[in-house]
């Protein structure tokens, strides 16, 4: 009876990722029609723009959409300027752009947000643009509750790379993302549910992912 309950949860497990993966990539339901439109470039912005001291909230992602944007304006990642395209982003803070530059200059002191953004710029627009591209999963508006339920999961993101969903954690049910690279640890979901009841949904993170293994 026991390895017939736990059968039952593998198929489960494999069901459940079939299922999100092929939402990710699936046009909008009559459900996300009813949601909606604002985008999530707006509620980055909604607060205005400038580095700061708070390795909570976004302004070093914020500018970096906004580069790419000004350098490629016809660039996929205007896509989180339309509220009307169902997506669901990864946001990582200040502190996850900082201990990612950290990590690349082999330094453990953190840079300022701006020297992060600095750093982060200097890789490149066209890496900028990869990256941010690699937070996105187009098609699908998850929300906590339908992630949760959705351990071993691979989104394919609009980088074309995937990133795979584990839900660990007992009781206090937690997420990670497991990206390209095998040495980091993964970025933990520490935020949900960002700009709820829109087409275009949010979480925020704690680390950068990362579409290729780093040294």
């Given at each position: 009876?026991?390895f017939i309950r736990r059968?039952r949860?593998?198929?489960?497990?494999?069901a459940?990722?079939?299922v999100v993966?092929a939402l990710?990539?699936a046009?909008?339901d009559?459900?996300t029609?009813?949601?909606?439109?604002?985008?999530?470039a707006?509620?980055?912005t909604?607060h205005g723009?400038?580095?700061?001291?708070n390795?909570?909230?976004y302004d070093?992602l914020?500018a970096?959409?906004?580069?790419?944007?000004?350098?490629?304006p016809?660039?996929?990642?205007?896509?989180l300027?339309d509220?009307?395209?169902?997506l669901t982003?990864f946001?990582?803070n200040?502190?996850?752009?900082?201990?990612?530059?950290?990590d690349?200059?082999?330094?453990?002191?953190l840079?300022t947000?701006k020297?992060a953004f600095t750093?982060?710029?200097?890789?490149?627009i066209?890496?900028?643009?990869s990256?941010?591209l690699?937070?996105v999963?187009?098609?699908?508006?998850?929300t906590?509750?339908a992630a949760?339920?959705s351990d071993?999961?691979?989104?394919?993101?609009?980088?074309?790379?995937k990133?795979k969903v584990?839900v660990?954690?007992w009781?206090?049910?937690r997420?990670r993302?497991i990206d390209?690279?095998?040495?980091?640890?993964?970025?933990?979901v520490i935020v949900?549910?960002?700009?709820?009841g829109?087409r275009?949904?949010?979480?925020?993170?704690?680390r950068?992912?990362?579409?290729?293994d780093?040294p």
């Amino acid at each position: 009876m026991r390895f017939i309950r736990r059968g039952r949860r593998i198929a489960a497990v494999a069901a459940t990722a079939v299922v999100v993966s092929a939402l990710a990539s699936a046009p909008a339901d009559a459900h996300t029609k009813s949601l909606g439109t604002r985008s999530l470039a707006s509620v980055l912005t909604a607060h205005g723009s400038g580095f700061d001291h708070n390795g909570r909230d976004y302004d070093i992602l914020t500018a970096a959409v906004l580069a790419v944007l000004k350098a490629k304006p016809a660039s996929p990642v205007g896509v989180l300027t339309d509220g009307k395209t169902a997506l669901t982003a990864f946001l990582p803070n200040d502190r996850a752009f900082e201990l990612l530059v950290a990590d690349l200059q082999h330094t453990r002191r953190l840079p300022t947000e701006k020297a992060a953004f600095t750093a982060v710029a200097g890789l490149g627009i066209d890496t900028v643009e990869s990256v941010l591209l690699y937070h996105v999963v187009p098609g699908a508006t998850v929300t906590r509750a339908a992630a949760l339920k959705s351990d071993n999961a691979r989104l394919t993101t609009a980088a074309k790379s995937k990133i795979k969903v584990d839900v660990y954690g007992w009781g206090h049910r937690r997420i990670r993302l497991i990206d390209a690279d095998t040495n980091d640890r993964d970025p933990r979901v520490i935020v949900f549910n960002i700009n709820k009841g829109n087409r275009q949904i949010a979480h925020g993170i704690d680390r950068v992912l990362r579409p290729i293994d780093l040294p």
